[in-house]
Nanobody, 120 residues
Framework: QVQLVESGGGLVQPGGSLRLSCEAS????????MNWYRQAPGKQRELVAK???????NYTDSVKGRFTISRDKSNNMIYLRMNSLKPEDTAVYYC??????????????WGQGTQVTVSS
């Protein structure tokens, strides 16, 4: 299995920046995609950004041009750089990974989340 621990959240003013980190440990060799989700109070959890094992990335429209997802394979870290933050970005952010096992068996793992609050 895979264990995920997020960090880097906090309180930031509008227009500020944060970098979220996700440390992955365990069976990391078969990860096919890494994702960042977020969930605001009273709203459903939504996919914010994803990166595949080949390095392709995708973002939800509301964060395009402001957020950047990346992966450092040397230390099994996944990052989400967030610039030009807005109050609407306030949410708990979760790291998620998908595992592809032999026989096309897929598994998903989640971190506990880190709070991001954008407020003046």
């Amino acid at each position: 299995q895979v264990q995920l621990v997020e960090s880097g959240g906090g309180l930031v003013q509008p227009g500020g920046s944060l970098r979220l980190s996700c440390e992955a440990s365990g069976s990391v060799n078969n990860i096919y995609a890494m994702n960042w989700y977020r969930q605001a109070p009273g709203k459903q959890r939504e996919l914010v950004a994803k990166i595949t094992s080949g390095g392709s990335t995708n973002y939800t429209d509301s964060v395009k041009g402001r957020f950047t997802i990346s992966r450092d394979k040397s230390n099994n870290m996944i990052y989400l750089r967030m610039n030009s933050l807005k109050p609407e970005d306030t949410a708990v952010y979760y790291c998620n990974v998908g595992i592809l096992l032999p026989g096309l068996k897929f598994l998903d793992y989640w971190g506990q989340g880190t709070q991001v609050t954008v407020s003046s």
